[in-house]
């Protein structure tokens, strides 16, 4: 069974601070994404990872960054956290060249205060 | 990358089939089209894929008409636990495509 994980279901953190969102993936996946989620606008998707050390810019990267320095685990980091960061947060994972068949993780709900 | 349009809401009652339609007039040679499902307080999850005619899994069946401009998500006896969110994607993830645009997606609401 695919499994994705993600470090945190529930977060609470203050403007300013510098926050790490960790996902794993446990099937050797290529690929693996960030999604935010806001009522009424879908998922945007903010970075993605292709390999080891390789990312692309999504549609909203902006106050986030990215680190991927093993396969299985892709972090999300907001250096300085603003409130209209506040949202769910999905990770994705999937094999190269089928992104279109993707395993999302529970969410992680991250609130800034 | 398709654009696509579906209904934002829809109301069914248990034991019902439910058909979601998928808008994508710009869809290209090489694009598949993907249903997600989505429930509430968890990401979502893969449910159906198709090019053309017909695609039927354990879950749902998908149509495609021959021009490909739309496509129908159908479930059939739909129960409570159906409450979801479903998605349509079109992309050609084999290729140049390596990123999934979710819509806002149709929420279907299944009743007692």
């Known amino acids: 069974d695919v499994k994705v994980t993600q470090s945190s279901r529930y977060l609470v953190k203050r403007t300013g601070e510098k926050v790490f969102l960790e996902c794993v993936q446990d099937?050797?996946?290529?690929?693996m994404f960030w999604y935010r989620q806001d009522p009424g606008l879908g998922l945007r998707l903010i970075y993605f990872?292709?390999?080891?050390?390789?990312?692309e810019k999504g549609d909203i990267p902006e106050g986030y960054s990215v680190s991927r320095e093993k396969k299985e685990r892709f972090s999300l980091i907001l250096e300085s956290a603003s409130t209209n960061q506040t949202s769910m947060y999905l990770c994705?994972?999937?094999?190269?060249?089928?992104?279109?068949?993707?395993?999302f993780g529970p969410g992680t709900r991250l609130t800034v205060l | 990358l398709a654009k696509t349009t579906q209904p934002i809401s829809m109301d069914s009652y248990e034991g019902q089939e439910v058909n979601i339609t998928c808008s994508h007039n710009?869809?290209?040679?090489?694009?598949?089209i993907t249903w997600y499902q989505q429930f509430p307080s968890q990401g979502p999850r893969f449910i159906i894929q198709?090019?053309?005619t017909k695609v039927t899994n354990e879950v749902a069946s998908l149509f495609i008409p021959a021009d490909r401009k739309s496509s129908t998500l159908s479930l059939p006896r739909v129960s409570l636990s159906d409450t979801a969110v479903y998605y349509c994607?079109?992309?050609?993830?084999?290729?140049?495509?390596?990123?999934?645009?979710f819509g806002t997606g149709t929420l279907l609401a299944v009743q007692p």
């Open positions: 710009n869809i290209a040679t090489n694009d598949y």
């Open positions: 994705a994972s999937s094999f190269q060249g089928r992104a279109d068949t993707q395993y």
């Open positions: 990872s292709y390999d080891v050390k390789m990312k």
């Open positions: 994607l079109v992309g050609d993830y084999g290729g140049a495509t390596n990123k999934l645009i």
């Open positions: 099937m050797d996946h290529e690929n």
């Open positions: 198709g090019y053309k």
